[in-house]
């Protein structure tokens, strides 16, 4: 049986590289150019061709995503991109223009088009047009339901993509214009300022319609689509996609850990575990979540983000190497930790292991009371094998 797709953001080379090991059948990343997420690192021509070698490596996929919503000048070089993401081994791109599908059909037959959600598409006869088109596969408006995917599943044959975690807009998928308004930056061209988060004042007439230390934002919470997840794989659905090309290298290795072991669980026939898959998340959110749109049209109070976060679990380190010999691991700290703080580590093949640090040394192998400088190497002693891409949490007992 054909295992669903989970399919994972990357917004540089670092983290496409942590989306693979921890359990990403295939990365969705962003070149300099024709890319939404302008604020990304995103990936020149050489880190997509490394990118490409590395998925190859562990039996992954990388896809390109072209959804910009182009004007006439964006399109300069487009036929060369194209040809050159084909020959490094890229397996699709992501778009929404019209020409630039055009185009690639014509001249890059081996790398398959994907229709972006910037599309909203969220009815079987729209997937059917773009099937006769020769697009391969449709990422689905975050605005359908189940009950849509299921009647969409059963009227077409195209390939279709869901999206089960990450940030949600407050308009259809991305039709915004509130940072041309605001900032002067066309979301729709990569400079999304999501204003829809905000602080603002909210009146009827001239009366304020919240407390003054509480300010309105009609941003939506985050999507968490745990509990979807079966249903999807049994409607025949093609790939779980996680957003998030800006998010950290710690936060990918979060969420996509956690949903790789709800899907594997799923197909082995094991009880799923929700408060442990839940009890993960969590310790990479920092925005209160709901279903959206899965279960149903959703109310004001499942929908509406209320400023009411939640506190992230600090990540500190990520494991470079470890040696077996003397037991000690070689970390690159990220975030400050000391001596007797409780550190959780954790892998795409380490259960959560928990120890108090007792000692920590530089490469000048000299003692330290805590870990102060991001990027620095420090060495620690573990009574347990770690491996490289294997990270480090500060766990604060409450």
Not at 124 to 152: M, P
Not at 281 to 297: H, M, P, V, W, Y
Not at 340 to 361: M, Q
């Amino acid at each position: 049986m054909k295992k669903i797709e989970l399919l994972s953001p990357a917004g540089n080379l670092e983290k496409l590289k942590t989306a693979i090991i921890y359990g990403a059948d295939a990365v969705y990343i962003g070149g300099k150019k024709f890319s939404l997420r302008a604020r990304a690192s995103n990936f020149d021509l050489e880190d997509i061709k490394e990118a490409c070698e590395f998925a190859e490596k562990h039996n992954s996929k990388v896809y390109v995503t072209m959804n910009i919503i182009p004007h006439n000048e964006d399109f300069e070089g487009l036929e060369e991109y194209l040809q050159y993401l084909e020959s490094v081994g890229v397996k699709a791109i992501i778009t929404s223009s019209p020409h630039i599908i055009d185009v690639a059909l014509r001249l890059t037959p081996k790398m398959e088009v994907h229709l972006s959600t910037q599309l909203s598409i969220i009815n079987s006869a729209s997937c059917n047009y773009y099937a006769d088109l020769g697009v391969k596969r449709i990422v689905l408006g975050r605005e359908t339901t189940l009950k849509d995917i299921e009647e969409i599943k059963r009227n077409t044959n195209i390939s279709l993509e869901v999206f089960v975690h990450g940030g949600m807009c407050s308009s259809y998928s991305g039709r915004c214009m509130l940072s041309n308004h605001f900032v002067n930056r066309d979301a729709n061209r990569g400079g999304c300022a999501h204003s829809c988060r905000w602080d603002y004042f909210l009146y009827d007439d001239e009366k304020l319609l919240h407390s003054e230390d509480r300010f309105f934002n009609f941003g939506a919470k985050d999507l968490m689509g745990l509990r979807a997840i079966p249903k999807l794989i049994d409607l025949g659905v093609d790939s779980l996609k996680i957003e998030g090309r800006m998010k950290s290298n710690y936060y990918i290795a979060t969420i996509v850990r956690t949903y790789r072991r709800l899907i594997d669980d799923y197909y082995a026939g094991n009880k799923l575990d929700y408060m442990y898959y839940l009890s993960e998340l969590i310790k990479a959110e920092n925005r209160l979540t709901s279903t959206g749109f899965l279960f149903g049209d959703v109310t004001v109070n499942e929908q509406l983000y209320q400023h009411d976060g939640i506190p992230t679990k600090e990540f500190v380190g990520i494991v470079l190497d470890y040696n077996e010999n003397t037991k000690v691991a070689k970390i690159e700290q990220r975030n400050f930790f000391k001596i007797g703080d409780k550190l959780e580590f954790f892998g795409p093949n380490l259960e959560n292991t928990h120890i108090i640090v007792e000692e920590i040394r530089d490469e000048e192998n000299n003692l330290l009371d805590a870990a102060r400088h991001p990027k620095q190497h420090i060495f620690m002693k573990l009574d347990f094998p770690v491996s490289e891409y294997d990270m480090i949490r500060l766990v604060i007992d409450k």
